[in-house]
């Protein structure tokens, strides 16, 4: 026993010999926001700071939560009149209204009704027939949502439902990052349910490798981009679906249709400072299509898109020209940059 002891601590000696004085990684893995999320982060201050953005995730997916009854979202789509909300959430739902005009509708955090409708938060999937859909995309028209900054409070329309399910882990992943910037903390790297999100570049200074899943292939990534200090957030048809008579239905909904969306585009990437904007605005790509979403790019600066039509084509705004490239075994796919 002994002897094995002394192996073991000669061989961890030998180790940290290897690493030399390389700052030391931290993890945490978690299930929050209904989603496995991998937390790493590097060097002095890197464990406590962690431990805190555990915390502060869990209290936003008690506050975010469309299924939890003590969720302040849950207290807007069952209270009535105006309903007092936490900061975090009066952020996000101007931030949702923002991005509901800015896309045009594409994005809109009242789609909650018609998601449910096509049994994705229930797992009893149909397809809505067109005059159930009709009657459901009424109540969801968020200009008639009213918002009182001052007072604090959201009142909806009557037969709204809202769910920040689109920019709830973006918004959950620049809290991380302010709170492990606000230690001292120099290089992390988190992945929120497949939102990624980067504090610095590694602790060798090389940029961090950020895979993008392939829509067709699960345990597969068609493209890597490296980055520093940026999130990268996808959305895809591929994370929940169902099949009908040949027919892949999935939980992304066009809000002009209240069918799931077919743009042509089987996965949408944002990329930018923000994490909640990238997710908002994934999504909402999603829906445009890779024409729109050019065209939308084009108005903007403040982010970069990699996005997957169904021939398998990848469009990659040129911002991310320099950072991007196909994985092993991709090398043969078309690739179309899109200039301003
Ligand atoms: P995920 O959360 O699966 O990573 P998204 O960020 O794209 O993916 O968010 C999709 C979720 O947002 C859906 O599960 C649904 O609840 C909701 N949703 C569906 N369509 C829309 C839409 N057009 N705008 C806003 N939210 C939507
Ligand atoms: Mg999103």
């Not at 060097?43 to 555990?54: F, H, I, K």
């Not at 920040?164 to 929120?192: E, F, P, W």
């Amino acid at each position: 026993m002994r002897r094995v002891g002394c192996l073991l601590l000669a061989l961890a000696a030998a180790a940290a010999l290897l690493t030399g004085c390389a700052p030391e990684e931290h993890e945490e893995i978690i299930f929050a926001m209904d989603t496995v999320m991998q937390l790493q982060a590097w060097g002095d201050g890197a464990e406590d700071a962690l431990t805190r953005a555990v915390q502060r995730i869990n209290e936003l997916d008690r506050t975010l939560s469309v299924v939890n009854e003590n969720s302040d979202i849950w207290a807007i789509n069952h209270g009535q009149g105006a309903v007092e909300v936490s900061p975090d959430t009066l952020h996000l739902v101007e931030l949702a209204l923002e991005l509901w005009r800015d896309t045009g509708g594409a994005l809109n955090i009242a789609m909650y009704p018609v998601v449910r409708a096509w049994g994705f938060t229930t797992g009893e999937y149909r397809v809505v027939p067109e005059p159930e859909r009709a009657e459901l995309l009424e109540y969801t028209d968020l200009g008639r949502l009213e918002l009182d900054e001052a007072a604090g409070t959201v009142t909806l329309p009557e037969g709204m439902e809202l769910d920040l399910g689109s920019l709830g882990k973006g918004y959950a992943g620049d809290q991380v990052m302010d709170i492990l910037r606000g230690s001292g903390v120099t290089s992390a790297i988190v992945n929120l349910g497949g939102n990624v999100q980067a504090l610095g570049s590694q602790s060798d200074g090389s940029p961090w490798r950020v895979g993008i899943q392939d829509p067709e292939d699960e345990s597969a990534y068609l493209a890597v981009l490296e980055i520093s200090d940026l999130a990268v957030v996808t959305s895809g048809g591929y994370q929940r679906y169902f099949e009908e008579d040949g027919q892949t239905y999935w939980h992304i909904m066009d809000p002009a249709t209240g069918a799931p969306a077919d743009s042509g585009l089987i996965s949408a990437t944002a990329v930018g400072a923000s994490g909640a904007l990238c997710d908002g605005l994934s999504t909402a790509l999603f829906v445009m299509g890779a024409d729109a979403a050019a065209d939308f790019w084009r108005g903007r600066e403040d982010f970069e898109f990699v996005l997957v039509d169904q021939a398998g084509t990848i469009w990659v705004s040129e911002g991310l020209e320099d950072s991007f490239s196909l994985a092993q075994g991709y090398e043969d796919r078309t690739v179309e940059v899109v200039r301003r």
